[in-house]
């Protein structure tokens, strides 16, 4: 068997995982197999308050009404917030389990109900820096820190991660005020972006209103001219004057194309580390709150800018002689896709986003800021759909996973408390699903039976495929050091060696045991199969995080060798390639058909 060289989404540092041909059977096993578990617990974490936004903590199971696409649905799990003391009585199991394929054994673990009163919440920050402007950003982190230090003290653990060109994973979960401290001083020296990024629009914008200063677009006869010329001069300047506009006009054009560029291509990178992100939070029980600080996201940068430049030209908006439109609205389009999928995992997740956005009107756009639109003066500027686009976004992201959207302002640090407010005021809601589900979204909505109700909860969930869950888990492995094991599963590092062919990289050989004992393999006219899903991941020790993509592995064995097989291990030999520096190596094996998975971590410090 061989694996292909896997791609890293994340960063142009390779981590290549190279097949080679698997070693035979090594040491005994105890044989046991397993049967496929289709069946699954849904939570739907439920923050009800008044209309005052105080939370309502009186609310018991029979007040919920719980629709999963418009039907109703029995809801036969139930969690009491954590700030009521006792335990609420649990109703009803679940019943339906799905039919597997024909496997030998029937290892089924059961589905079992939250456990506890009430519904753990881990308190989690990420801050995207790569958007921010620079004040904005320092009093984020201050509201932040200050936000932290009591919970910290109290011994709460506490997640940290933050993008700027990569994604960088800054606490995976501790209480140490030092290592928490030096979390958020790592974010501050990222310093927001923000600024530069807002520069480079306000001097385009400028550029635009004020690149025909000295040229009239169009004089009686439909020519440019210069402004000042003699009339017995104007024939003479009126080519050099068109010259000197289309000049113009295609620098701008060139600029502004460049510009959305380098905003599309940040924003799809920030989603992704997001995404990642949110994937390495998935496995972790229960529901977090993520404190989201986000400039949000605009498929439309450079929409008012665009249109700015054809108003001056006395024209309607329109973009059609942009050469780079038709490429910018493929990747717009593309961004809105990422966006969508960023949204879905956080609600598959249980993450219910506080974003934390600046709260700047922009300036208008007629003021003695800048200067007038010049003949077009008397016009209306268009309008900013990108930071229309920006506003929506942040709302979108807190409102469909249940959180809330909180603003860059004196009062932020009152609105903090939210968040400690609706984790101790937080119901579970469950229900089990089969595979009749599929893997599409499903729309999900609670009604609570009091007039003076309101509930906040993520829209939709959706069954996640096993490949899925593979990249999940080995992705939580190495960033966050959380390590599931369905099944007896090591990793073994071997000894690194400098490839000599790239100074800088050395090659890091390991294997990946199993016993065949544990797997459910489905017999055929040949003897047994299954089907391994392999994916390696890798934190650095500055926080970046790798990911590979995932990669099939087929076990065939014949009838003939089949007992002497289940009492032994399958063993994969791999290589990764690695700067020098300290790694936390994380691989995860999932086996298609029992649908369980197993991860194992390993340390090395290369030098």
Do not use: C
């Not at 054009?253 to 997001?274: P, T, V």
């Not at 249109?307 to 942009?322: C, V, Y």
Request: hydrophobic share 40%; glycine share 6%; net charge negative.
């Amino acid at each position: 068997m061989h694996l292909a060289q896997l791609r890293i989404p994340l960063s142009a540092v390779a981590l290549a995982l190279l097949s080679l041909p698997p070693a035979g059977a090594d040491e005994p096993a105890t044989a046991r197999f397993g049967e496929r578990v289709d069946v699954e617990v849904v939570n739907v974490d439920v923050v009800v308050t008044n209309r005052e936004g105080r939370p309502i903590l009186d609310i018991g199971p029979d007040d919920f009404e719980l629709r999963v696409d418009g039907k109703l649905v029995a809801i036969q799990y139930f969690a009491a917030p954590a700030a009521i003391s006792g335990d609420l009585p649990l109703s009803g199991e679940p019943t339906d389990r799905a039919a597997a394929p024909e496997t030998i054994g029937h290892h089924v673990p059961p589905v079992a109900p939250p456990a506890g009163p009430s519904t753990p919440t881990s308190l989690v920050v990420f801050v995207d820096q790569s958007a921010l402007e620079w004040h904005t950003s320092k009093q984020i982190i201050e509201e932040i820190r200050e936000y932290l230090l009591p919970r910290v003290d109290a011994g709460e653990q506490v997640f940290i991660a933050a993008f700027t060109d990569d994604l960088r994973i800054l606490a995976d979960g501790t209480s140490g005020r030092d290592e928490i401290l030096a979390a958020i001083d790592e974010i501050e020296k990222m310093r927001g972006r923000g600024t530069r990024i807002a520069s480079t629009r306000n001097y385009l914008e400028r550029d635009i209103r004020t690149f025909d200063r000295y040229v009239d677009l169009e004089d009686a006869a439909g020519q440019a001219q210069v402004r000042g010329a003699s009339p017995e001069g104007l024939r003479s300047q009126s080519a050099s004057a068109r010259n000197y506009l289309t000049q113009q006009i295609n620098r701008l054009k060139h600029e502004i194309e460049q510009y959305g560029r380098e905003e599309l291509d940040r924003q799809q990178r920030s989603l992704d580390a997001l995404q990642h992100f949110v994937d390495a939070l998935s496995p972790l029980d229960g529901r977090k709150a993520v404190l989201f600080a986000t400039a949000g996201y605009t498929s439309s940068p450079t929409a008012f800018l665009s249109a700015l430049l054809e108003m001056k030209r006395g024209r309607r908006s329109n973009r059609s002689d942009f050469s780079g439109a038709d490429a910018m609205d493929a990747t717009a389009a593309e961004l809105n896709t990422r966006f969508q999928a960023m949204l879905r995992t956080a609600q598959n997740a249980r993450v219910a986003f506080y974003t934390i956005a600046p709260r700047t009107s922009p300036v208008m756009q007629n003021s003695a800021e800048f200067p007038s639109l010049g003949r077009h003066n008397e016009r209306v500027p268009p309008r900013d759909i990108g930071l229309v686009e920006q506003s929506t976004s942040i709302r979108q992201i807190a409102h469909a996973t249940g959180g809330q959207a909180l603003y860059v302002d004196d009062g932020l640090s009152d609105r903090l408390v939210r968040v400690d407010e609706d984790g101790a005021a937080v119901y579970s809601l469950g229900f089990p699903v089969g595979p009749e589900a599929g893997h599409r979204d499903h729309q999900i909505e609670v009604l609570v039976r009091r007039p003076d109700a309101e509930a906040r909860h993520r829209e939709n969930f959706r069954r996640q495929s096993l490949p899925e869950l593979t990249s999940q888990a080995v992705t939580a492995a190495a960033a966050l050091g959380a390590a599931g094991e369905a099944f007896d599963i090591a990793l073994e590092l071997g000894e690194p060696k400098q490839d000599s062919a790239r100074g800088r990289e050395w090659i890091l050989p390991f294997a990946v045991r199993l016993p065949l004992g544990d797997l459910a393999l489905i017999p055929d006219d040949a003897g047994r199969s299954g089907r391994l899903l392999l994916q390696v991941a890798l934190r650095e020790a500055d926080g970046d995080l790798r990911v590979s993509q995932t990669a099939p592995i087929d076990i065939r064995i014949p009838t003939a060798d089949l007992e002497e097989a289940l009492v032994r291990q399958w063993v994969h030999r791999a290589e990764l390639r690695l700067p020098a520096g300290s790694h936390r190596i994380a691989v995860v094996v999932t086996d298609e058909g029992s649908g369980l998975l197993s991860t194992a971590l390993a340390t090395i410090e290369i030098q």
